[in-house]
């Protein structure tokens, strides 16, 4: 397969094309470096510099390539600063994808891999399943939201397929440490908690203990970025032989409080806690369900909590040694 990865330079995106590569596909990505890194893009993998809201940009890679499928991961993704500046959210994460399915169609490329959110469920709690009621409570969600509404029409329109991911707390980091999460910003429980015990913070703060979970904490699940970097190997392999349309959860349908995760920060050195107050919208248990990913991809996630951790703070160490 020739796959184009839009947002191949981001974070999930260059440990998709790792994984691609190591699958022996062939990657092409096209990225405007906006939140990316150069430096994370797979030697093997051919980098186009573009924006996907440029026409032209998007239809110089598509007269060159014959691309088999496309993976998009090229977005905005911070909430508060979605609040802010809904528009520029709107124009980026959705102007983005309509002008992608244009030059797609136009190139009769049909075959689509989206990456969307968690954050489409809005305040459900307890385990998320694929057929719940989406219902965002900020601009992120509901671009990400409008995004697979429109996937969708087209693939009525246009004969596309799709396979639309749902995830969110993603942490952790390559076996090879080359790739990981290199943002100055970061705002997961994971690596914020890793920065307390390396020294770059000098405590964790967490938002409420009185909630209705066995500690007090939140309960939400964790997955390895290998092991959604996989799925999304799957999923292109399953339209690829033909599969059709699918929304999809990514998760581990495990879930952990948000101290159970700070005690596996704890057991590799000392970090200190502070409980804040609450923060309005969290939830107090948000699981995704993998049944879903399980049946149709044959996903099985194979990292814990424990690598997970452990992975992040690798990547941590070795970034912060820089
Ligand atoms: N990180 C998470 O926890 C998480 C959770 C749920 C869903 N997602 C989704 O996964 C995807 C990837 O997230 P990430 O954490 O890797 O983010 P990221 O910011 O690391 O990667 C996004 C990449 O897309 C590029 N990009 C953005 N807009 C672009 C544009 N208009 N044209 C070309 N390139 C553009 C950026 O330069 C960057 O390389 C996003 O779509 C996000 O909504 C992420």
Redesign the pocket.
């Known amino acids: 397969m020739k796959v184009l990865v ?9 440990h998709t094309v790792y994984e691609l590569i190591k699958d022996n596909q062939e990657v092409i990505i ?8 150069k430096e994370l893009v797979h030697p093997k993998a051919k980098f186009y510099l ?4 440029v026409k032209s940009d998007v239809e110089n890679v598509f007269k060159q390539e014959k691309i088999d499928v496309v993976m ?6 911070i909430v508060p600063e979605s609040v802010k500046e809904p528009l520029a959210y709107y124009y ?2 959705v102007e ?1 994808v309509r002008v992608l399915l244009e030059v797609m169609n136009e190139h009769n490329v049909k075959k689509f891999v989206f ?5 489409v469920y809005g305040e459900a709690s307890g385990v998320c399943q694929e057929d719940m009621i989406t219902k965002p409570i900020n601009p ?1 969600g509901e671009t ?1 939201l409008a995004c697979e509404r429109m996937i969708s029409w087209v693939a009525n329109a246009h004969d596309f397929k799709f396979v639309i991911f ?5 942490a952790g980091a390559d076996e090879s440490l080359k790739i990981g ?1 290199m ?1 100055d910003q970061l705002t ?1 429980l994971i690596p914020l908690a890793i920065q307390g015990i390396i020294g770059i913070r000098d405590h964790l703060t967490i938002y409420g203990n009185d909630y209705p979970t066995k500690d007090g904490t939140c309960v939400r699940d964790y997955i390895h970025v290998s092991d959604l970097a996989s799925a999304h190997v799957l999923g292109a392999h399953y339209l690829f032989e033909g599969g059709k349309s699918e929304t999809i959860n990514l998760g581990s349908s495990q879930g952990f409080t948000v101290l159970e995760v700070a005690q596996a920060v704890n057991e590799i050195a000392p970090l200190k806690v502070v409980i804040g107050p609450r923060r309005d919208g969290d939830p107090a248990e948000l699981i995704a369900s993998n049944e879903k990913a399980q049946r149709i991809l044959k996903w099985v996630p194979k990292y814990e909590l424990k690598d997970i951790v452990l992975s992040d703070y690798n990547y941590r160490k070795k970034i912060s040694n820089r």
Do not use: E, P
């Open positions: 839009v947002g191949g330079a981001g974070y999930i995106g260059s096209l990225d405007n470096l906006s939140s990316g890194y573009g924006d996907i809201k998009h991961f090229a977005a905005k993704l980026n994460n983005g990456s969307s959110t968690a954050a992120y990400k749902r995830y969110f707390n993603v999460l943002k997961h």
